[in-house]
């Protein structure tokens, strides 16, 4: 399994800030689409066939409606954009209604939609594009799900922005090819406040989720504020984690 964290911005003195979050897998398939629509080359965003969105956050939708525009070609394939409930009606009330954005959905002529919306039910899998992505509910400040992505012979885990967790911990270990978790580190310790009231991790709650894990894996820091990002990986890098990886945007790690 290839997974990209999607760059939004040139590097600047040696490390893309992570702005917005979207990670490609396999070429097909985005998780979130913060980035997505900003993805170089053009030919790369037209690959995608589904988009999985974790939350409504803007930093996980922002480049969504540009991303659809980007690729639509009127033919009657299209891309499919999944979500919970409460993701799917914040699209369609507050990006696609004809104020912030044009409304693509009741825009869509049936023989050539600009994209298809698909219910994502916490606990219930799909597959797509041959991965099998089950969701489960973390503890954020709107309802958010993160993601366990499965191949057939190896997984890996994308929390999402969640405060402390349990039950994708539990998801995650009873995945017997777990080899990655893509987990946020958003605020230094300085700003555990602000993680508290945001539901975000700080480095010592980073450390805290992982252990929740009963076998190692790979462990990639995400999420980083980039105003914040020398303190966090430097609180990070002292907790001493095993296979602890500080994520670099615009990266393919293959898991």
Known sequence: MRVTLIPCTPAVGGAAGQFLTTYLVNDTLAIDAGAVGLLQPLAAQV????????HAHIDHVATLPLFLENIYTGAAEAVTVHGTQPVLDALQQDVFNDRLWPNFVSLSPPEAPLLRLSLLEPGRPVVLDGLRITPVPVQHVVPTVGLLVEDGTTAALFPSDTAPTDAIWEVANAAPNLKAVFLEATFPEEKAELAAVSEHLTPRLFAREVAKLRRPVDLFAVHIKP????????????????NLHIAEVGKTYTV
């Open 227 to 242: 105003r914040y990002r020398d303190r966090v990986v430097a609180e990070l890098l002292a907790l001493g984690l095993p």
């Open 47 to 54: 690959r995608i066939r589904h988009v999985v969105l974790t």
